[in-house]
């Protein structure tokens, strides 16, 4: 098999998949949809790869499998349906609720089942599942840009797959012992240092390729449901609930039996909080945060606005030199993974930049020292305070 070379212990997730995606498309084992760049990738021998899961026992016995939409898993949705199991396939970014049941037409031949496994006839041969569905899965299948032999996983970096796997240990469809399969290029099994990994990361139990099956006998716990608590980036979580209307439900849910589902940067302020006025006048401010949330803005000025909703007085940071190819989202999750992501993001990319407000200059001054050396798409970015802040300093 064709393998990468291993990265360096050193290196960050957005490296390693920067490194797996450039070698898939320079070696011409990259398959459509092209480029690979930013997705779950598509490989040459990616069939083969998911007809190995007929191999499995745990496929054998289980008869609810949840399989992702992503092209190089159609194998694996196909020889679900074959095998007359029931298969869910997660809404494409949870936009629309959970899961979708596919249910192929009565007597259905090889050609039809083979339709309603392509993402065109997930959406022609579906119903919905929503959190009453009672779903109970035996078996999920997931896609992955890298992998470890220990069973550690780097997705496409939007957090998509594992935000699935907590909401169905949240609503009770998957177990502790619940088997998680990834497929894979043999170029796409690379060294993991564990230290990249969260506490929110999938692990996987079991890795398909073309040419192996690798049982991982991963000991990492698997998330035990969404983590409120731990989820220190205050701005992507209110991102993820106004984009996840399922989420907002499933955390309200959680708060009505007695869950906690308090913000990590919510607790820190609460606990300043010391009268009944005050802690109301937090709420209201929670309630209003979603539209400071990392969204993007098209063509508006450097700095505009001296202040975003609810915060001081914001610091601007211009980021350039901004490949034509990266996308929005790569950007977002780049930030993510440096711990720099702001208020607000205001994407120029026709221009090659991007201006980033934070709520204060210690915000902003935190987030240059982690995006300093920051390389996507092969593109040293050019990171520093936005002129108009310059000037102001």
Known sequence: PQLCPAPPPAVSKWDVREKVWDYLEKSGLADFPRPVHGRIPNFKGSHQACCSIKELDVFNRAREVKVDPDKPLEGARLAALQARKTLLVPTPRLRTGLFNRIVPPSGATKEVLRICATSQGVKDYSVPVGLDGKARVDL???????????GWRIGKGEGYADMEYAMMVSMGAVQEDTPVITIVHD???????????????????????????????????????????????????????GKIPILKSLRFREKQAGKDITLQEERSDLAHTTTPAALKEKTVAADTRPKAAMGSTQGQPTAASP?????GVITTVYVGNIPPSLRVSELKCALRECQAAPLRLNWQGAQHRAFLDYQDKAAAERALSSLKGLSLGGHPLRVELAKSQRNKG
Do not use: F
């Open 187 to 241: 170029c796409q099994v690379v060294d993991i240092a564990e230290e990249l990994l969260d506490d929110h990361d999938l692990t996987v139990d079991y890795i398909l390729t073309p040419t192996r099956i690798i049982k991982t006998n991963c000991k990492r716990p698997k998330p035990q449901g969404i983590m409120w608590h731990k989820a220190s980036d205050l701005c992507y979580c209110y991102e993820m609930l």
């Open 140 to 150: 999920v299948v997931v896609g992955s840009v890298a992998v470890s032999e220990e």
């Open 307 to 311: 202040r975003l909703e609810g915060s």
